[in-house]
């Protein structure tokens, strides 16, 4: 299990290195996370670091509730519609505020780089 980076400019310093010693590693970038508490979204900076030491990953809080986020990412089906899976492609608990449904709309997505 990786090690969880918890201070800010702790991530944000361990990214920069790792960019700049990893140039070719696309494996960095804004990733959705979702609050298994209070079911919330949210857009923060993903990376992990591998080192002799052990490996590095930062550790986000919910803003609203302040438990740990998992890494999620949005599924989408034959149908157009899409979902909310965790990383290993398992559907997550994620429910709609609004209509309590599992399924929302992607209208768009941009790539930033």
Request: aromatic share 10%.
């Given at each position: 299990?990786?090690?969880?980076?918890?201070?800010?400019?702790?991530?944000?310093?361990a990214?920069?290195?790792?960019?700049?010693e990893?140039?070719?590693?696309?494996?960095?970038?804004?990733?959705?996370?979702?609050?298994?508490k209070?079911l919330?979204?949210?857009?923060?900076?993903?990376?992990?670091?591998?080192?002799?030491?052990?490996?590095?990953?930062?550790?986000?809080?919910?803003?609203?509730?302040?438990?740990?986020?998992?890494?999620?990412?949005?599924?989408?089906?034959?149908?157009?519609?899409?979902?909310?899976?965790?990383?290993?492609?398992?559907?997550?608990?994620?429910?709609?505020?609004?209509?309590?449904?599992?399924?929302?709309?992607?209208?768009?997505?941009?790539?930033?780089?």
């Amino acid at each position: 299990m990786a090690a969880r980076v918890r201070d800010y400019k702790e991530a944000e310093w361990a990214a920069l290195r790792y960019k700049l010693e990893h140039p070719d590693d696309d494996d960095y970038g804004h990733e959705l996370f979702l609050c298994p508490k209070c079911l919330r979204l949210s857009n923060r900076f993903y990376f992990k670091l591998l080192s002799e030491k052990g490996d590095f990953e930062p550790d986000y809080s919910c803003s609203h509730c302040k438990t740990s986020l998992r890494r999620v990412k949005i599924k989408t089906k034959k149908d157009g519609t899409a979902s909310i899976v965790n990383m290993n492609n398992r559907k997550s608990e994620w429910k709609c505020p609004d209509c309590g449904g599992d399924n929302l709309t992607v209208e768009d997505m941009i790539l930033w780089d």
